[in-house]
């Protein structure tokens, strides 16, 4: 999308001076459906529903078949943002805006979240790139 390689400053509000971890979600949330679009869309048969225009003919209506309807929002579903209509956002999040429902997801994850075991030897490998670290820079461990 234009050339740029970079999402920068995720979390961050006022230059940096400032650092939300609601926006970090919502930054987060904005950055995947990037990832998404600028992957481009796969062609192919299962994509285009070849199965379907042979099933139908070329001269039906595909918007509102069932399939369409399955296939709208693969991989690029939001965790945060509700692109469903007012009344069904209403309904279903309680009118929770999209900062209340980031506040809503980090006091879950802080609240529950377990990261997944280094793998076996990170340990001592990590340790090897601090130590070396240490040295070349030619301090002492207590003053690193």
Do not use: C
Not at 113 to 130: C, F, N, S, T
């Amino acid at each position: 999308m234009a050339g740029a390689n970079i999402i920068y400053g995720l979390g961050m509000l006022e230059m940096g001076v400032t650092f939300s971890l609601e926006q970090l979600l919502m930054d987060a949330d904005m950055a995947e459906m990037i990832m998404y679009a600028i992957g481009g869309i796969p062609v192919n048969d299962a994509t285009l529903s070849v199965d379907i225009i042979h099933e139908n003919g070329y001269r039906k209506d595909f918007l509102t078949h069932r399939n369409t309807f399955n296939n709208r929002f693969i991989q690029s579903a939001p965790k945060l943002m509700d692109r469903r209509t007012r009344s069904r956002w209403l309904e279903d999040q309680g009118g929770l805006d999209m900062y209340q429902r980031a506040k809503k997801r980090f006091k879950d994850l802080y609240d529950n979240h377990q990261p997944d075991p280094l793998p076996e030897g990170a340990h001592e490998a990590i340790r090897k790139i601090v130590n070396r670290t240490e040295a070349d820079l030619g301090l002492p461990k207590s003053e690193y």
